[in-house]
């Protein structure tokens, strides 16, 4: 999904009856580039213009998906009706274009999980999967963001709508943006409220019935043949299990593991592949297959790898699409909106602050430990560019003021699956498209979301037992082991490898945080250089995190110099 749109099309756009571009399947792909248009794929009545992988393919005339018309969807996106975007009961993404006023949204549904991004300068809009086909739909370098570094190593994401790219903005799930070409004031709007009480309406209490509902109409259309990314957790255990009780019979499955290490999720998996019946084939993860992909997915995605998953995703999506299977399950987004990423601890204390003022508490509910990658004063330390949570504060703010009614723990979850949720399903999403391959996620399906964004949080988690009604699904389903072991993830040995492994693949990556170049950037404080030295000589403490961060930074900075940014801008 892409598009590019200059003001001066308009007025042709407006007369044009037909367009004069190529027609597949009943949608029109216009690519009128001398005229300043880019658009696919797109639908056109009147002077209503939609663009959207998500809604259906025309059928004589009358495009529609799971029964939603997309010529009401026109019609009343004209009238400006966002209310009627409730009434889809899929993800969607969209860009629409009244062409005779100049008029355009930008929208994403709140289950939503591939990213949108945009950049609109008041002469053109462009608007993309990525940021980098952004940045090459306008023919821009890309530049760093420098005031949106800091909160990026925080928290290993950045809330809201900004983004690491200066001029490039992102379509948060749940968010209706609304602009006009040729005016630089743009809209914004939040979906949230309005869809939840939707899924309410709809409620569901019983789990099984939720996940295997999910999955029933996710197999739907398929071959028979699916794979699935598994752990050793319960999330990918009750899909893996789900798939069996619905009778499929060729199930394919992928673990990442890292043999010798305490976390190495391998025996488990493949102890429950066979109790299943299911193929099973481990992805090791070594030192110089980790670099490899590492480099591989900074220069695919042009971000940096901040969050340790993805290089273990990029080899899964990479093997995925080796096997003529481009369908793969995922457990990814049930603990978002399950459980959520806070500690008992910090949620007491939630509820303690949420007594002691509005301030207290939205600054105490936007540094949860469970969310940081690194410590907040550490990075204010050594770097120039102060730390901005404005962002997070108002995501807060719309959060409270999507659920009134709720608990604060209600609150803090919602929140989670707007920050920490939306930054692992959006990863996924993208390594995943990288290679091609489909990835479903049941966990996000309207049926499981029917139970999940309905239940309270303490019904979904009982004292001491977060996820207890799925902990007891899969405790029928497939016995203790499963439901009582901790949660690895799938991860990989930092310390060992980051600062301590001769590995030449990895050493040489090392080596990269002590070099002039990086140490020369403007964004650190001159600390800094005789800091890093003595933390990976074990001096100090290592702080992995810190170095890992940092190293991520720098090869993404490098790689945009690649791309044509002079490296030489300051960030103040």
């Known amino acids: ?43 056109k009545k009147g002077q209503g213009i939609l663009v959207s992988d998500e809604l259906g393919r ?27 975007l409730e009434d889809i009961r899929e993800p969607f993404r969209f860009f629409f274009l009244d062409s005779r006023s100049g008029t355009w949204l930008l929208a994403r ?68 943006f609304k602009g006009r070409l040729g005016a630089k004031r743009v809209e914004e709007e939040s979906l949230w409220s309005g869809w939840l009480q939707g899924l309410r309406k709809e409620a569901i209490g019983d789990p099984r019935e939720a996940l295997l509902g999910a999955l029933e109409a996710m197999i739907s259309e398929l071959d028979g043949r699916v794979g699935i990314f598994l752990s050793s957790g319960v999330d990918s255990s009750l899909i893996a299990w789900g798939l069996k009780e619905l009778g499929l019979e060729e199930i394919e499955a992928l673990t990442v593991t890292c043999p010798g290490y305490r976390y190495d999720e391998g025996p488990q998996a493949q102890a429950l592949s066979a109790q299943l019946g299911i193929s099973w084939t481990p992805i090791v993860l070594e030192p110089s297959r980790f670099s ?76 949860p430990k469970a969310h ?39 609150v803090a979850l919602l929140y989670h699956v707007r920050t920490v949720g939306r930054r692992l399903l959006e990863r996924a999403s993208v390594v995943a498209s990288a290679h091609g391959v489909e990835v479903k996620m049941p966990f996000l399906h309207r049926r499981f979301l029917q139970f999940a964004a309905s239940t309270p949080w303490d019904k979904k988690n009982k004292p001491g037992r977060s996820k207890s009604p799925l902990k007891d699904l899969c405790l029928r389903a497939l016995g203790e082991d499963i439901p009582s072991r901790r949660k690895v993830g799938f991860t990989f040995p930092l310390r060992t490898w980051i600062r301590d492994s001769s590995e030449p693949s990895i050493s040489g990556l090392r080596e990269v945080l002590l070099e002039p170049r990086t140490l020369r950037r403007p964004i650190y404080r001159s600390e800094i250089v005789h800091e890093l030295d003595l933390r990976i000589k074990g001096v100090l403490r290592p702080c992995d995190w810190l170095l890992w961060s940092i190293l991520n930074l720098e090869l993404w900075l490098r790689e945009l110099e690649r791309h044509g940014w002079p490296g030489c801008s300051l960030p103040f």
């Open 1 to 43: 999904m892409k598009g590019l749109l200059h003001e001066r099309v308009l007025g042709k756009l407006a007369l044009r009856e037909k367009w004069e571009d190529q027609k597949e399947g009943g949608i029109l792909y216009p690519r009128l580039r001398k005229e300043g248009l880019h658009l696919e794929p797109a639908y």
């Open 58 to 84: 025309c059928s004589e005339g009358k495009p529609q998906k799971g029964g939603f018309p997309l010529e009401h969807l026109l019609d009343g996106l004209g009238r400006g009706q966002k209310a009627l």
């Open 109 to 176: 549904s709140p289950d939503e999980a591939r990213p949108l991004y945009w950049s609109d300068d008041g002469q053109s809009l462009a608007f993309a999967d990525t940021a980098r086909d952004v940045l090459e739909l306008k023919g821009i370098h890309p530049e760093p963001n420098w005031a949106a570094i800091p909160e990026y190593l925080v928290f290993q994401d950045v809330a809201g709508s900004n983004t690491l790219f200066k001029g490039v903005k992102s379509v948060p799930p749940g968010t209706l």
């Open 292 to 367: 490899f992909a590492w480099k591989e997915a900074i220069s695919s995605s042009l971000m940096p790898m901040v969050s340790t998953n993805q290089i273990p995703w990029w080899l899964m999506c990479e093997e995925a699409a080796k096997r003529d299977l481009l369908c793969w399950f995922s457990g990814e987004g049930c603990d978002s909106w399950t459980s959520g990423g806070h500690k008992e601890e910090e949620l007491r204390e939630l509820e303690e602050a949420s007594s002691l003022g509005p301030e207290n508490l939205v600054s105490k509910a936007v540094r």
């Open 372 to 410: 940081l990658l690194n410590d907040p004063s550490k990075i204010e330390e050594i770097l120039e560019v102060p730390l901005d949570l404005s962002a997070r504060f108002a995501t807060w703010s719309d959060c409270m003021e999507t659920i009134p009614d709720g608990t604060i723990r209600d």
